[in-house]
C-alpha cells in the first residue's frame, strides 16, 4: 500500500509559477512509475506528467510542454511538477499517482489504468 499526500497548490496570476509537491508513503518509492494528472470542472482527469522509476525517462502533455517539470527525489520519497508560465487554462485539481509496485522496466505511464494509488488531489487556480 502506498499513501500519496500532495501540497503547493493554491492561487496564482496567469505568467506565475509553483511547484507541486507529492510525499509518498509506505513502500520502497524507487518501484514504482509516477505521475501528474488534473482535472478541471467538466472535464475528465487528464495526464500531464510522469515519470519512470528511477527518473531518467519522464513526458508530458502537449499543452505543457516546455513550462512543466516533472522530478523525483527517491532518497526523499517524493515527486514534484514545476509548473512555470501558468496559464488559465491550467486551473484544475492535481492528483499525484503511483504505479503498481514493479522491478522491472522503467517505462513513464500515461493513462489512469495504468496507476494504481492517488492523492487527494490540490487545487491549482490560475487567474487572469
Known amino acids: 500500500q502506498v499513501q500519496l499526500v500532495e501540497s503547493g497548490g493554491g492561487l496564482v496570476q496567469a505568467g506565475g509559477s509553483l511547484r507541486l509537491s507529492c510525499a509518498a508513503s509506505?513502500?520502497?518509492?524507487?518501484?514504482?512509475?509516477m505521475g501528474w494528472f488534473r482535472q478541471a470542472p467538466g472535464r475528465e482527469r487528464e495526464f500531464v506528467a510522469g515519470?519512470?522509476?528511477?527518473?531518467?525517462?519522464?513526458d508530458y502533455v502537449d499543452s505543457v510542454k516546455g513550462r512543466f517539470t516533472i522530478s523525483r527525489d527517491n532518497a526523499k520519497n517524493a515527486v514534484y511538477l514545476q509548473m512555470r508560465s501558468l496559464k488559465q487554462e491550467d486551473t484544475a485539481v492535481y492528483y499525484c499517482?503511483?504505479?503498481?509496485?514493479?522491478?522491472?522496466?522503467?517505462?513513464?505511464?500515461?493513462?489512469?489504468?495504468?496507476?494504481?494509488?492517488w492523492g487527494q488531489g490540490t487545487q491549482v487556480t490560475v487567474s487572469s
Open positions: 509506505g513502500r520502497t518509492f524507487s518501484n514504482y512509475n
Open positions: 515519470i519512470s522509476r528511477s527518473g531518467r525517462n519522464t
Open positions: 499517482a503511483a504505479s503498481r509496485e514493479t522491478l522491472f522496466g522503467d517505462s513513464v505511464y500515461y493513462l489512469n489504468t495504468n496507476y494504481r494509488y
